[in-house]
């Protein structure tokens, strides 16, 4: 066979029988990687690459908040004003308590504690729905004063503030039809951001099953290392939208 | 065996059999083609799925043609071919262009090349494939429910306002679509770097890694812009809310430069894998190191970078400030050093080898020509005053027809007849392959010079009617398009027969000296029994003569 002409150092051969030896050990060492080592690498390398590409998704969006930020700046900030900066502090509490508990999982995998990373994938999942379940509060109120974009969106409360008791200066006609636009790309963003913690709560329990079943206690700790990666990008992501969305310029001129 | 032909060296027919045991035959069955992990498989799925979709692709460029022969528009009406060439784009683009050399040669070849038994994820390579067919089932759907009329760049506020189409449904299609190319990326860029082979430096590599590895940077940041994009349009034609569409408030320049800045970078994630393959060819079939292999290496990456910063000259008359057009323009032409740095360390490959004429050396030569025409036509459009002349005309379609059909299309067929033996075990018969390579190459130029002078003399694209005057160079190009069409038919043909009847053609039919020209053909699953250790450069010709003249002694 032509193979053996180019494999025919003695030092490879012995390299492929002891990753023979290792994939009796280990049943997650996939064959075509040369060690445990190597394969470890790969995935965390491949991680940071794919969060990569998540920055640029997320980039074009921070894009277009930036742009349009610019351009209808009164509309943008009568509209933040419509945020709730408690809901919205108590999400960042939340979700840095998540990111906290993940970090602890990553470390009780490492030093293979089995309880604890189920316990601390457990905590990390139920601060993640917990986020998701204000969110889904403060959505409902958009919904109830009529700030969803599309068909049934209402701007009569930025022409006429007062008459709905708020204290915001007024705006023209045309400006408050701009609002809009803040109100899409608050959806668009955090909405997409919402999304990605929903793919991860799910994750979440699937790792947890697997944690459960002792996968994770015996050194193979790169599925939890990587997802801790992942949640940690969608915690930071939050960390811009927070200021952009609900805390900027919120009382200009004043 | 004649002069011209010395590099081809096959085994003894009477005696040559395929290897028992390789990839193809491994495992039997469907379904274990449809649950493969294996990037050579993968591969070969690419390949039957791309193939099917450029033919689609192709039967709307003709339609197109049909209503173009006459200049009355009797064929369809103008929505209706709006439909066609919105089409045509669409899937030549997305579901033929941008996969093509990655998905197909890349994932068979890159592997091998560097020396490992498979990409990182294979997992991650099979979903891939699966996103590109439920991304092409998509843009069917879109096409077969009443079809798109926005052209493959979805301009806002014609996508999201104007029209009431599928447009919803394409770019969902064209979404998955990218994320099929998000991950064939990602594996590649981690394969390249954390899988080489013992002693594979990458400086050893071939230039084939190299540019995938360059298109790959692409491909993974440029993809998601174009994936978000798509959203807020989609988004926007559902809600009716305005991020692009004037009258709501929106800006369509935004768009504009959100998909520009993907699209733009996109062109090089189509040509800059073309480029790999004909790096390859020239330098085996001129049995030369190829010249300045360092610059080229450098040159693909380097296209990568700057390809991220020209996206505005596609928006010279859509109002960017004349100072940002000036800016754009002069990045525009920096581009052009790096591809010509290629052309100019190719020309010197050749001069210096001991050339033959196989046949993806013909398809080669064709691409050298085809995209330098199609390459500097585009410095002409880089250059301000000419662009807002030519832009809109057929003299854009015949730009972009030369480099993306005579560039990359050419250096597609160049590889795939190249690597053809390494994939099948067998070869293609010899006559009608050239014959095909000389058909592909004057049914393009007729097809597509034309054009050229139709822009200039002021027809714009997208009509599907046009001045009686201007009916005898559509008729030209429209004929030029009939031998075309043959032209890639031939292939089809032929190559299939040679699945079953093509000569044996042994491990190293071209005597070249890449990684996967030294294991059997077709590969067995694992590609190499023993990791193997390089200790040579790529294309060392001196290191394979050495080799051969081992094995003679050691095996006769
Ligand atoms: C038989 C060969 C082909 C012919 C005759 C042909 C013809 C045409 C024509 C006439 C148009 C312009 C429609 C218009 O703007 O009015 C067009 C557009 C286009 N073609 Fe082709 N084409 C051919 C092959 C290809 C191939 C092989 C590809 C890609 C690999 C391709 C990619 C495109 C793209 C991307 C567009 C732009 C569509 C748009 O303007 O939205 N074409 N083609
Ligand atoms: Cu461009």
Not at chain 2, 149 to 177: E, K, M
Not at chain 2, 485 to 497: C, K, Q, S
Request: proline share 5%; with cysteine.
């Amino acid at each position: 066979m032509d193979n053996a002409i180019v494999a025919t150092h003695p030092h490879t051969h012995e390299t492929a029988v002891a990753a023979e030896h290792e994939h009796v050990v280990l049943p997650q060492h996939r064959h075509h990687f040369e060690t445990k080592e190597q394969q470890r690498e790969a995935a965390t390398f491949g991680m940071w690459l794919f969060l990569l590409t998540e920055i640029m998704f997320f980039g074009g969006l921070f894009f277009a908040y930036l742009l349009y930020r610019n351009w209808y700046h009164d509309a943008f900030v009568v509209s933040s004003n419509q945020l709730s900066i408690p809901l919205g502090a108590a999400n960042t509490a939340i979700l840095i308590s998540s990111g906290f508990f993940m970090a602890l999982g990553v470390w009780a995998a490492e030093v293979q504690k089995k309880g604890l990373l189920v316990l601390f994938l457990v905590l990390t999942t139920f601060f993640g729905v917990a986020f998701l379940g204000i969110k889904a509060v403060e959505y409902h109120e958009k919904w109830e004063k009529h700030h969803i974009p599309g068909a049934h969106f209402d701007v009569s409360e930025f022409i006429n503030p007062q008459a709905y008791g708020l204290k915001e200066k007024p705006l023209a006609p045309d400006m408050a039809q701009k609002t809009q636009v803040f109100f899409f790309l608050y959806f668009a963003m955090t909405g997409m951001h919402a999304f990605h913690m929903i793919l991860g709560i799910g994750l979440l329990f699937w790792l947890t099953w697997r944690a459960n079943r002792g996968e994770f206690s015996s050194g193979y700790v790169a599925p939890i290392e990587n997802f801790g990666l992942y949640w940690h990008f969608v915690d930071i992501v939050w960390l811009f939208l927070f200021p952009l969305l609900y805390l900027i310029n919120r009382h200009p001129g004043s | 065996m004649s002069a011209t032909h010395t590099i081809v060296n096959l085994p003894d027919q009477r005696t040559a059999t395929l290897p028992k045991r390789n990839y193809l035959n491994n495992e039997d069955g469907l379904l274990s083609w449809l649950f493969t992990g294996d990037h050579k498989r993968i591969a070969i799925l690419y390949l039957i799925s791309i193939t099917f979709f450029f033919f689609i692709g192709g039967a709307f460029a003709g339609l197109i043609r049909l209503e173009l022969l006459t200049p009355q528009p009797d064929l369809v009406a103008s929505d209706t071919y709006n439909k066609f060439f919105s089409m045509h784009g669409i899937i030549m683009i997305f579901l033929f262009l941008v996969p093509s050399v990655p998905a197909t040669l890349g994932n068979f070849l890159i592997p091998i090349m560097i020396g490992a038994k498979d990409l990182a994820f294979p997992k991650v390579n099979l979903l891939s494939w699966y996103l590109y067919w439920i991304g092409g089932l998509f843009t069917m759907a879109a096409l077969v429910l009443g079809g798109v009329d926005t052209g493959w760049t979805f301009t806002t506020p014609l996508s999201t306002h104007y029209l009431n189409t599928h447009v919803v449904t394409a770019a969902t299609g064209v979404f998955i679509i990218g994320f099929s190319s998000i991950f064939t990326g990602l594996n590649f860029i981690v394969t390249i770097h954390r899988m080489r082979a013992p002693g594979m430096t990458w400086f050893r590599m071939p230039l084939f890694c190299w540019s995938n590895y360059a298109a790959s940077i692409l491909m993974v940041l440029g993809t998601p812009v174009l994936a978000i994009t798509l959203v807020l349009v989609a988004l926007e034609r559902l809600v009716g809310i305005g991020v692009f569409d004037p009258t709501k408030g929106g800006d369509p320049l935004l768009f504009q430069h959100l998909f520009w800045f993907y699209s733009h970078p996109a062109v090089y994630i189509m040509i800059l894998p073309g480029m790999g393959v004909i790096s390859e060819v020239i330098s085996t079939f001129s049995r030369k190191r190829v010249f300045g292999y360092t610059a080229v290496a450098f040159s693909s990456v380097a296209i990568a970078l700057f390809g991220f910063f020209v996206w505005a000259h596609h928006m010279f008359i859509m109002g960017v400030s004349n100072y940002s057009a000036l800016v754009f323009s002069l990045l525009t032409m920096l581009v052009a050093v790096p591809s010509a740095i290629k052309i100019f360390n190719w020309a010197f490959t050749l001069q210096k080898g001991s050339i033959t004429f196989e046949t993806p050396m013909l398809y080669a030569f064709g691409f050298l020509g085809l995209f330098t025409i199609g390459g500097m036509t585009g410095v002409f459009l880089g250059a301000l005053g000419m662009d807002i002349h030519l832009t809109e005309t057929y003299f854009i379609v015949a730009h972009f027809h030369f480099v993306m059909v005579g560039g990359m299309l050419m250096a597609f067929l160049a590889g795939i007849h190249f690597w053809w033996p390494k994939m099948t075990g067998r070869m293609y018969p010899e006559s009608l392959s050239k014959l095909a390579a000389v058909t592909t190459f004057i049914g393009f130029n007729l097809t597509f010079l034309p054009q050229f002078i139709l822009g200039y003399l002021g027809m714009p694209r997208r009509y599907h009617a046009y001045p009686p005057e201007f009916q005898v160079l559509n008729v030209l190009s429209t004929a030029g398009a009939t031998v075309l069409g043959v032209g890639y038919m031939l292939p089809l043909l032929y190559l299939g027969w040679s699945l079953k009847y093509g000569a044996i053609a042994g491990n190293n039919p071209w005597q070249a000296t890449g990684l996967e020209w030294q294991i059997q053909s077709p590969p067995l699953t694992e590609n190499f029994i023993e990791t193997p250790v390089v200790d040579h450069e790529a294309y060392d010709y001196e290191w394979l003569a050495h080799k051969t003249a081992q094995e003679v002694t050691t095996v006769g």
